[in-house]
């Protein structure tokens, strides 16, 4: 038995990049070689000799992740490089349909990066077939386990490393059926979908959408579609959307909206359902219900103008000219939104599927879906980007143009008017003022041109005092808040919210434990009468109590609101002196009697102890007051006698007394 020569590996790419064409070239020959010589080998010999080549195994998991990573342009434009393609398909082909395939081939990185480098009709139906061997179930599974435990992690775990494996496992759900109900299989991937959506991360969202909606359609595909599964799951997004809405998230921020209206997964599922006859009032109810969560406008672009990039000088172009690298931002949008999907698509070919279906994207990601392409597209390159170059055409028209005005010409706003046209009245024209003599007095003085006064009456009588603007200071729109309009139903409710309140916190203040969760604690007194006052359940009590004692803050929020003082103060306590039930002194009195008291005992002037104060002067007068009622003989008295010593107690009797003072002295000369 020969053996053959063994594969060289495929080099990387800091290698591929010092090999000069005419080695790369010699290089695809020897591998295009080899791989007839292993293909025209016998099954047995095949599956003996080519299946142990350790080397021919590591040479096709490099080549097709390397292929499948960078593109099929690292190969060359040759014919060689496309001969080469095919060729390592057929020998991955054979390897996969023996009964037992090597396991370096059953690995989910080089099943999903041989769906990226070839396309879904080429290798669905051998990724399905071995689909169901054990080896690529342990990697899936295991794949599987991962991915959910990253998905839950959210900002915990690495979310470029999720990013990267969900877009490398799009191509192998997008090609296997088979594999996409393995991974909607129960309920956790979906909900770890759904549970990372959360997180602000545009470029890994889109990922998350791009799986679940190639998962979703990966049960309506192959010959028993498994459309019960998918009415669980689509029922499951359902519930989540809901419970996503009543959150406190924006409702259209949820994978389930951005699902169901960047992606046809509804009309998808729809038309397969019709094209089967299984279709039940509960798909049709979910599918309305998810209907529902679409985005406003959320396929709808503006339409910008195009911005025609002008060659400077370098040749002249004619009015019709077309210019193919030149693309609107509409088309532009629509191609990433086609590439975010299928990004293995080129540019250019998604362009032209575009042109073939009316600039539909729907249509566009359907047939790529179902593989359905015409003829001249599905030959066609998928790699293919936009050219950069324009082609130019010289324009045949060389008849000469007219020289441009060398001076612009200015405009203003004065342009056209009667000064323009000399048309002007000449003694309307001054330089300066008018008349410089005049001062502003004889300005205002002057009344020749000031309105008349029948004119202000009668604007006067046509205003009405009574008609004033609506003041809208707390309108919703100008404020931004909204003020209570008064209704009685909401100010009762929420005094009889702070009515409870303040009896369950007084209550807490008091003694703790009535908010004990024993059965004693429910069956005493206090808590009955508790109840009676607050109307709440127990449960509702002991919760109230359990929630304030895991806030601090809430109670002393309580304290300030419940035992500072409120501010009312129902009356207001004079403050003027009032007379005593037995009546003892008016106001007067009483001051002049206790001052005078003072004054005549401590102050007394005189020999011989005879005092000249006022000691006790009034003391025994009637109570009257002069701030009494006016009818009150009391309150008569009270005024006179104030009347009458006003005299004594101002400034009178002291002047008088230094005069005969100075009388008794006597004067100089």
Same mark, same amino acid.
């Given at each position: ?144 386990? #991962? !991915?959910? %435990? +990253? ?5 915990? /775990?690495? @979310?470029?490393?999720?990013? $990267?494996?969900?877009?490398? =496992? ?65 029922? #499951? !997004?359902? %519930? +989540? ?5 009543? /959150?406190? @998230?924006?409702?259209?921020? $949820?994978?389930?909206?951005? =699902? ?68 609107? %931002? ?340």
């Amino acid at each position: 038995m020969t053996t053959l020569p063994p594969f060289a590996p495929f080099p990387e790419g800091p290698w591929r990049d010092h090999i000069v064409p005419e080695e790369w070239e010699a290089c695809l020959s020897n591998w295009i070689a080899l791989a007839e010589a292993h293909l025209s080998l016998p099954n047995n010999r095949f599956a003996h000799q080519s299946s142990k080549d350790e080397s021919l195994l590591s040479f096709l998991v490099s080549f097709v992740r390397d292929v499948s990573s960078n593109g099929v342009a690292i190969l060359g434009p040759s014919r060689l490089a496309k001969h080469l393609l095919r060729q390592c398909f057929l020998l991955v082909a054979r390897f996969l349909r023996t009964p037992s395939p090597p396991l370096p081939l059953l690995q989910w990185e080089f099943l999903s990066d041989l769906c990226r480098l070839y396309s879904k009709r080429r290798t669905s139906a051998l990724i399905n077939q071995v689909s169901q061997k054990s080896q690529v179930i342990t990697s899936l599974n295991a794949l599987k386990k #991962s !991915l959910i %435990v +990253a998905l839950d992690a959210g900002l915990k /775990g690495g @979310l470029k490393i999720l990013e $990267s494996r969900l877009k490398r =496992l799009n191509h192998l759900i997008h090609a296997s059926f088979e594999v996409a109900a393995f991974f909607l299989a129960g309920s956790d991937f979906l909900d770890g979908l759904i549970s990372c959506y959360k997180i602000m991360n545009p470029p890994l969202r889109k990922v998350i959408v791009t799986t679940a909606y190639l998962s979703l359609v990966g049960l309506t595909e192959g010959d028993s579609p498994k459309f019960s599964m998918l009415t669980d799951q689509l029922y #499951s !997004l359902k %519930v +989540a959307a809901e419970s996503h809405k009543t /959150g406190p @998230l924006n409702a259209n921020d $949820s994978m389930v909206a951005e =699902l169901v209206t960047v992606t046809p997964i509804l009309k998808q599922v729809q038309r397969r359902f019709d094209e089967s006859g299984s279709s039940t009032t509960r798909v049709k109810s979910v599918v309305a219900a998810l209907e529902g969560f679409r985005k406003p406008s959320g396929n709808i672009k503006p339409k910008r103008p195009i911005k025609r990039k002008i060659d400077k000088g370098k040749g002249a172009m004619t009015e019709d000219d077309e210019v193919p690298g030149e693309m609107r %931002v509409h088309r532009m949008s629509q191609i990433s939104q086609i590439q975010d999907l299928f990004p293995n698509l080129g540019s250019g070919f998604v362009s032209k599927l575009l042109d073939e279906y009316g600039d539909d994207t729907e249509q566009v990601i359907a047939h790529l879906l179902e593989d359905t392409l015409p003829p001249h597209l599905a030959t066609a390159d998928r790699a293919e980007e936009l050219s950069p170059e324009r082609n130019r055409r010289k324009s045949r028209d060389i008849a000469p143009r007219p020289t441009p005005p060398l001076v612009p010409t200015r405009h203003n706003i004065f342009d056209d008017d009667e000064f323009d046209k000399l048309a002007v009245d000449v003694s309307n024209v001054h330089f300066g003022k008018r008349d410089p003599g005049k001062s502003a007095d004889d300005i205002l003085n002057d009344r020749s041109s000031a309105p008349n006064k029948a004119a202000i009456l009668s604007a006067l009588s046509a205003f009405d005092a009574d008609d004033d603007e609506r003041d809208d200071t707390y309108d919703v729109a100008d404020a931004g808040l909204v003020v209570n309009d008064g209704n009685p139903e909401d100010a009762d409710d929420q005094k009889r919210k702070d009515a409870n309140e303040e009896a369950l916190f007084r209550a807490y203040r008091l003694d703790p434990k009535v908010f004990d969760r024993d059965a004693a604690t429910r069956r005493s007194q206090t808590r009955t009468k508790l109840k009676q006052q607050t109307g709440m359940t127990d449960e509702a009590i002991e919760g109230w109590s359990l929630m304030l004692s895991r806030t601090p803050h809430q109670m002393r929020q309580l304290e300030m609101k419940y035992s500072a003082f409120s501010g009312d103060q129902p009356a207001l306590a004079p403050t003027a002196w009032r007379a005593s039930p037995a009546g003892s002194a008016a106001e007067d009195s009483e001051v002049d009697g206790a001052n005078s008291s003072f004054r005549g005992g401590s102050r007394g002037r005189g020999r011989g102890g005879r005092g000249r104060g006022r000691g006790g002067g009034h003391g025994g007068r009637g109570g009257g007051n002069v701030a009494g009622p006016s009818s009150d003989k009391d309150t008569e008295n009270a005024r006179r006698r104030k009347e009458a010593n006003k005299g004594s107690r101002a400034n009178h009797n002291r002047r008088d007394q230094r005069a005969r003072k100075m009388a008794r002295g006597g004067f100089v000369g």
